[in-house]
């Protein structure tokens, strides 16, 4: 079976901290790949970041990084001096096996940064 | 710009109507599906669609119909809307493979009184 948890579910901190958002996730398949997506107030999920199963390299984009650590079948999302507009709720996501390019959410965290 | 698009933002409906959401996306997906949104419970997947005429069953189904006609259209429906049926309705979009994830639409509240 496979499944992504995210066991945080609300997170708040105050502008310029560094925060972290958890996920864990399950699959059998040797190939696989996972996702962050950021969902603001506005609604829309937007892409932030993909990873396959063979790359465990972590990854920098400005104030955000991802950890992928295979060993603890985790890949978690630190966000670096946060600001407001991080204030958002953010899941993450697997795709495994044969599920044609289904995606398995985990449950969503959602953040709020305050000033 | 890639983009799927949802006909409305927001909805209100009455009890026992018929309600079509639409959803069109212009990236020559094969795959499209639909989720509902609400507070505590994530993303669940309704149905969804691995190409024309074609349809699988999600998570939570019931109450729910689907149609996709023509590739780029993927349309919900609702038998007879129901007070339980008012959330945040989201289309996705992608392409086969794991590897392509998931383009969302912006999402349609509806409110069913």
């Known amino acids: 079976a496979q499944k992504v948890t995210q066991a945080q579910t609300e997170i708040s901190v105050v502008e310029k901290e560094d925060v972290t958002l958890d996920c864990v996730y399950e699959?059998?398949?040797?190939?696989?790949?996972l996702f962050w997506y950021k969902q603001p107030p506005s609604g829309e999920l937007v892409f932030l970041i993909r990873?396959?199963?063979?790359?465990?390299q972590n990854e920098i984009s400005g104030r955000y990084s991802w950890n992928f650590q295979k060993s603890t079948s985790s890949f978690n999302f630190t966000i670096t001096a946060s600001q407001v507009v991080d204030s958002a709720v953010y899941f993450c996501?697997?795709?495994?096996?044969?599920?044609?390019?289904?995606?398995?959410f985990g449950q969503g965290t959602e953040l709020s940064v305050k000033p | 710009d890639v983009k799927v698009t949802q006909s409305s933002r927001y909805l209100v409906k009455r009890t026992g109507e018929k309600v079509f959401l639409e959803c069109v996306q212009d990236m020559d997906h094969e795959n499209m599906f639909w989720y509902r949104q609400d507070p505590g419970l994530g993303l669940r997947l309704i149905y969804f669609?691995?190409?024309?005429?074609?349809?699988e069953k999600g998570d939570i189904p019931e109450g729910y119909s689907v149609s996709r006609e023509k590739k780029e259209r993927f349309s919900l429906i609702l038998e007879s809307a129901s007070t339980n049926q008012t959330s945040m309705y989201l289309c996705?979009?992608?392409?086969?493979?794991?590897?392509?994830?998931?383009?969302f639409g912006s999402g349609t509240r509806l409110t069913v009184v």
């Open positions: 996705a979009s992608s392409a086969t493979g794991g590897y392509y994830g998931y383009t």
């Open positions: 996501a697997l795709s495994a096996g044969n599920q044609g390019g289904k995606l398995i």
């Open positions: 669609s691995y190409d024309v005429k074609m349809k």
């Open positions: 990873r396959n199963s063979f790359d465990e």
């Open positions: 699959t059998r398949d040797t190939t696989y790949y």
